[in-house]
């Protein structure tokens, strides 16, 4: 059995956005608040890190503008995104 290795090593790429109430629990702690009482369960945000050839950029809260520049200046091969959806 033959096996093809590529020379050419390419990074992927993950631009990961919170919104809305889930980037606000990013901001705090788990050990030092307590966590509130769910109505509802809530997919939870994994740790994303950068390491080897996965390169993960993290935007919080961002505009419209800034979620577009940072497609264009990151030029993700995933994105990731969480956060509420909102009534309009």
Same mark, same amino acid.
């Given at each position: 059995?033959?096996?093809?290795?590529?020379?050419?090593?390419?990074?992927?790429?993950?631009?990961? /956005?919170?919104?809305?109430?889930?980037?606000?629990?990013?901001?705090?702690?788990?050990?030092?608040?307590?966590?509130?009482?769910? /109505?509802?369960?809530?997919?939870?945000?994994?740790?994303?890190?950068?390491?080897?050839?996965?390169? /993960?950029?993290?935007?919080?809260?961002?505009?419209?503008?800034?979620?577009?520049?940072?497609?264009?200046?990151?030029?993700?091969?995933?994105?990731?995104?969480?956060?509420?959806?909102?009534?309009?």
């Amino acid at each position: 059995m033959s096996q093809i290795q590529s020379t050419s090593r390419q990074n992927c790429v993950i631009l990961a /956005v919170r919104c809305g109430r889930f980037a606000e629990k990013q901001q705090t702690p788990a050990r030092l608040a307590p966590e509130p009482k769910r /109505v509802c369960p809530s997919y939870p945000f994994p740790e994303l890190v950068s390491c080897g050839r996965l390169e /993960v950029h993290m935007l919080i809260n961002p505009s419209v503008e800034q979620f577009r520049e940072a497609q264009q200046a990151v030029q993700p091969n995933l994105l990731y995104l969480q956060g509420q959806q909102l009534d309009n």
